[in-house]
């Protein structure tokens, strides 16, 4: 297929678009972060609502009760991980204050890492597949392959643990903690890219969505997301 210059600049505007407004949620204060992720949460659920239609037709209600487990409560636990408390006079110390009206406060910690842990494996995932990957993954998604799953969760280890290491504000947590977290992150997020794969297939459409020209729908961008956050929620909660 000939390359095609005006669809590249549009996705890669696209992409380039949704690292601005992700991380200006992520960072600037906590209601922005309540906006952002409110719109992805009723983003996601319209999409769902849609596919469970698609698959189920007149039954489609009733599975759609599924999408207060899949979308609200990784939704909610993510906003509660957000909000939670750390060592304040660590983060007096390291972390507090502001920078161009950007909050500082450390709280920001666990969200971010989780996100970046996905970004991060997704792509170490593709990049290392695309050169070494050989052997299926799966029938459900037969682009990912075991070599680059593989790779992509062992680099995403390895670069939130260094980053865990060596930035101040993240030492509120032990290395062990930015060892099991992006773990986690990669193992759970590769499921629920798998399992977004499994219902889009049984809906026969290639993409969740279209919000994302040319990268798909709210599914498509935080299906990782939605099945790792409530395992680091728990393993927050049981062993920090």
């Known amino acids: 297929m000939a390359f095609n210059f005006q669809t590249f600049k549009t996705r890669a505007l696209t992409a380039l678009l949704f690292v601005v407004v992700m991380l200006t949620g992520l960072f600037w ?13 009723f983003g996601c659920w319209y999409e ?10 007149e039954r489609y209600l009733g599975y759609c009760l599924f999408g207060l487990i899949y979308i609200t409560m990784p939704v909610l636990l993510l906003i509660s991980l957000r909000m939670q408390i750390i060592d304040e006079n660590f983060v007096g110390n390291n972390g ?24 991060i494996n997704d792509t170490m995932a593709y ?21 680059g799953t593989i790779g992509g969760a062992l680099l995403c280890v ?33 499921f629920g890219d798998l399992l977004e794969s499994k ?8 993409d969740s969505g279209s919000f994302m020209p040319g990268h798909g729908g709210f599914l498509d ?16 909660k049981l062993f920090v």
Not at 96 to 119: H, K, Q, R, T, V
Not at 199 to 206: G, Q, S, Y
Request: proline share 5%.
């Open 48 to 57: 769902f609502v849609k596919l469970m239609k698609k698959i189920y037709t």
């Open 199 to 206: 219902i889009k297939r049984m809906a026969d459409v290639k």
């Open 96 to 119: 507090e204050g502001f920078m161009m009206g950007i909050s500082l406060d450390g709280s920001y910690i666990l969200p971010c890492a989780i996100m970046f842990s996905i970004w």
């Open 221 to 236: 961008r935080f299906d990782s997301l939605l099945v790792a956050v409530p395992f680091v929620w728990l393993y927050i």
């Open 127 to 147: 990049l290392v597949g695309s050169f070494i990957g050989k052997t299926p993954l799966t029938k459900i998604s037969p682009k990912k392959t075991l070599e």
């Open 29 to 41: 204060n906590f209601w922005s972060f309540l906006i952002l992720f409110t719109v992805i949460h």
């Open 158 to 190: 390895v670069t939130i643990a260094l980053l865990g290491y060596y930035v101040p504000v993240a030492k509120v947590f032990s290395v062990q903690h930015w060892i099991a977290i992006p773990a986690i992150c990669a193992i759970f997020g590769t």
